[in-house]
């Protein structure tokens, strides 16, 4: 099975679609949350995912679109973005986003947004944090976003590694358990402004990290007409 790994779309239709072209034909979408906050096209992000099938997990920001308490934990522009969302959003994008669960078990994997631990908020960030959430993890591999910078972490016989798939973007996998990290489709922090995304493939049991350059002028261009905050265009272009 070739299964694609989209995370962090954060509502960047464009994005999406140059990534949805980039990946061609696959078995299987998985989307490992922050669907939507911070971008322009919430409705038009979850009908692409509807049109691909696209299974996964909610992510904070898709949690707070839905309503509930969490809004506060958001940092100015975030929670600007994500009352914006609450006002625009369909009611099909809404109950598209309640369904969806923050942990998806499909042995060999576990889907989550932030940690196997805390599937919702925390970030793996560290190695300590690796280590908990390999202790949290059901399965052999997990799957997760939520620091929109691509990695790996591999538990090796009782140690932690981390791996940048920045300078190898090919991975393994073997008996060896893992969490992968595809990076953000929408709003990538690693200082490359592409798309990013991993392909798994399941029978040749590797993983490999890609990046996709997408339209990032008509996404500002969409973010400022919306009236949403003007860093959350300007970062785009930079990746951060
Ligand atoms: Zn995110």
Same mark, same amino acid.
Request: zero cysteines; aromatic letters at 10%; hydrophobic letters at 20%.
């Given at each position: 099975m070739r299964i694609a790994l989209l995370s @962090? &779309?954060?509502?960047?239709l464009c994005a999406l679609d140059a990534v949805a072209a980039a990946v061609g034909s696959v078995d299987q979408v998985l989307q490992l949350g922050d %669907? %939507?906050? /911070? +971008?322009?096209?919430p409705d038009a992000t979850v009908q692409r995912l509807m049109d691909l099938r696209a299974g996964g997990v909610r992510g904070n920001h898709d949690a707070a679109a839905c309503g +509930?308490?969490? &809004? !506060? =934990?958001?940092n100015p522009a975030a929670r600007r973005a994500l009352e914006w969302t609450r006002r625009v959003i369909a009611p099909a994008t809404l109950g598209w986003l309640e369904m969806l669960p923050s942990r998806v078990v499909e042995p060999p994997f576990t889907l989550v947004? +932030?940690?196997? *631990? !805390?599937?919702? =908020?925390? /970030? %793996?960030?560290s190695p300590d944090v690796a280590s908990a959430s390999f202790a949290s993890l059901q399965t052999r591999h997990g799957l997760h976003g939520h620091t929109h910078v691509p990695m790996a972490w591999r538990l090796d016989a009782g140690r932690i590694e981390a791996i940048d798939? *920045? +300078?190898?973007?090919l991975l393994h996998l073997d008996e060896r358990p893992t969490l992968l990290n595809p990076g953000s489709?929408?709003?990538? *922090? @690693?200082? @490359?402004?592409r798309a990013a995304w991993a392909l798994l493939d399941t029978e040749a049991g590797t993983c490999t990290w890609h990046r996709t350059s997408y339209d990032v002028a008509a996404v500002q261009a969409a973010i400022r007409q919306a009236g949403l905050p003007a860093w959350l265009a300007d970062r785009l272009a930079v990746g951060a």
């Open positions: @962090d &779309i954060h509502a960047n %669907v %939507v906050g /911070y +971008g322009p096209e +509930g308490q969490e &809004i !506060e =934990w958001f947004h +932030g940690s196997p *631990r !805390e599937p919702t =908020w925390e /970030y %793996v960030t798939p *920045r +300078g190898t973007p489709v929408g709003q990538p *922090r @690693d200082g @490359d402004p």
